[in-house]
């Protein structure tokens, strides 16, 4: 059994809600959105009115939401599963405007375009709007090595099962549970097997550029039709489209961006990889390290700007990281003894980043050249979260 495991969000979580009215948490359904919450509650000991508005009884309780505000206008309300009444966030925006007190609202949700819309359009200048990911390795690091997390992905219930076959059996049912439930609840009408063929076929494209063309052929749908479901699976957080950087660097660079499955665990499951051994064997390997990589990074650095740069001989940087005139670029390798390429050299000359950082499977650390580090997972996440 596992206690409760401290998320990086909470800090986030504690100046957004001394600073703002409304709070709003988005992210995958199961990812700790609601354990995060309980324990802010419990721990700060907050007066606080909790609804789970997939319980029809708490549902109700929102049938006179304007009495139910008035009589706890003192109290943090928590709404959680809010994409269940999404004609609730024009009440909340004139209930603010009568008490824009920090604290008054937390929201929680399963992400959807309708969401997001929402939050921005009704609640603009109201809101702090966090995302939430599921575990960081730096959250869990003490409690599962490397290999596992990898392996397992990030969702509490797969990474924290009793063996590998629970976990394996979990991302599997969360699969079929997205398709068949999460998508209808959300107001997307997909035919659940064509949604279900096209994650599969991304599955087998991850990390690689992305050709329209190719996978609306091999998906059987229209590529309107595939922009538009690709953007139902990046708004819930189960795909990461990576976009290609803009720099005019004098070299012919690709344009098109790159996909990735954003949860290796989920990843694995729709590739049938259920073992260490089968990981290690198969041709996604080296893309999983990457997309891996990818998400621990731009989850602890959300103001940097992100993409990746390829030409057309080949040269690549896996990402870009930009804030400002401030540039810090990474390579990922899913080796104990990395090698680069002289085009990742000629980039990185061209680029002149602060930083450049390979991210490799190394017991330590350590300087590749001059201005080239190498850091395993956990040491470079603890060097950005100082």
């Excluded at 959680?80 to 024009?90: L, R």
């Excluded at 996604?284 to 700007?305: D, N």
Aim: charge should be positive; aromatic fraction near 8%; include cysteine.
């Amino acid at each position: 059994m596992h206690g409760y495991i401290h998320r990086y969000a909470e800090k986030a979580l504690v100046r957004a809600i001394k600073r703002a009215p409304v709070t709003v948490i988005l992210g995958p359904r199961q990812c700790g959105k609601s354990t995060l919450v309980k324990e802010f509650i419990k721990e700060h000991e907050r007066s606080t009115v909790y609804l789970d508005l997939q319980n029809r009884a708490d549902r109700r309780m929102l049938e006179e939401p304007e009495l139910l505000f008035q009589e706890h206008q003192d109290d943090l309300i928590c709404l959680d599963e809010i994409q269940q009444v999404p004609e609730i966030f024009s009440i909340l925006r004139s209930e603010v405007d009568k008490n824009r007190r920090p604290g008054r609202f937390l929201i929680l949700g399963s992400a959807s375009r309708n969401l997001i819309r929402q939050t921005s359009e009704s609640l603009a200048g109201r809101i702090a709007l966090l995302d939430l990911t599921p575990f960081l390795f730096g959250e869990v690091d003490s409690t599962v090595q490397t290999s596992q997390f990898w392996l397992r992905g990030g969702f509490p219930d797969s990474l924290l099962a009793g063996n590998q076959e629970d976990s394996f059996d979990w991302r599997m049912d969360f699969v079929r549970t997205f398709l068949e439930r999460d998508i209808p609840q959300l107001g997307f009408s997909i035919p659940m097997k064509i949604m279900e063929r096209l994650w599969l076929l991304i599955a087998h494209v991850h990390g690689q550029v992305l050709n329209l063309t190719k996978l609306s052929d091999a998906a059987d749908i229209s590529v309107p039709s595939l922009r538009k479901y690709l953007g139902i699976l990046e708004s819930t957080f189960m795909i990461r489209v990576l976009r290609p950087h803009k720099a005019n660097l004098k070299k012919r660079l690709i344009k098109s961006p790159k996909i990735y499955i954003r949860d290796t665990g989920i990843l694995h499951s729709l590739l049938n990889i259920e073992t260490w051994d089968e990981l290690l064997a198969h041709p996604v390997r080296g893309f999983s390290w990457e997309g891996l990589g990818i998400e621990q990074i731009t989850a602890l650095m959300p103001r940097w700007k992100s993409s990746f740069i390829q030409t057309s001989n080949g040269a690549e940087i896996d990402l870009v990281l930009e804030r400002g005139n401030r540039k810090r670029v990474f390579e990922f390798k899913a080796s104990k003894a990395p090698r680069l390429k002289p085009g990742f050299w000629a980039l990185v000359e061209a680029l002149e980043p602060e930083t450049a950082v390979v991210v490799a499977q190394v017991d330590e650390p350590y300087k590749y050249s001059q201005n080239v580090t190498v850091e395993n997972l956990g040491s470079l996440t603890k060097k950005l979260i100082d």
